[in-house]
């Protein structure tokens, strides 16, 4: 059973940070393209960002760009979403997902986590 389980989310005021994590035990996805997405409540999933398997090529949602860092370390099966200078526009669940040809759009994943809970007071 492939799972991707997502920590680190929580509670952080406007301005504060967290590290969201994604582990993947008992498979590698080191040749997959990972990526985090999140939905609001009446909302939509939306990309937020992804990484390719060579961790070379990054990409970002126009509203997370400068603010959150995506990276992976293959070795540990573990994918990080470094999130700074948060805002209660960022409140939402996050996802980890996995794909072979992942881009911006969710249907281009195969395989996703359970999600995390971020929420952002003011």
């Known amino acids: 059973q492939v799972q991707l389980v997502e920590s680190g989310g929580g509670l952080v005021q406007a301005g504060g940070s967290l590290r969201l994590s994604c582990a993947t035990p008992g498979r590698t996805f080191s040749s997959y393209t990972m990526a985090w997405f999140r939905q609001a409540p009446g909302k939509e999933r939306e990309f937020v960002a992804a990484?390719?398997?060579?961790?070379?090529?990054?990409y970002y949602a126009d509203s997370v760009k400068g603010r959150f860092t995506i990276s992976r370390d293959n070795a540990k099966n573990t994918v990080y979403l470094q999130m700074n200078s948060l805002n209660p526009e960022d409140t939402a669940k996050y996802y980890c997902a996995a794909g072979i040809n992942g881009g911006v759009e969710h249907r281009q994943y195969d395989y996703w986590g359970q999600g995390t809970q971020v929420t952002v007071s003011s």
């Open positions: 990484i390719r398997w060579s961790r070379v090529l990054t």
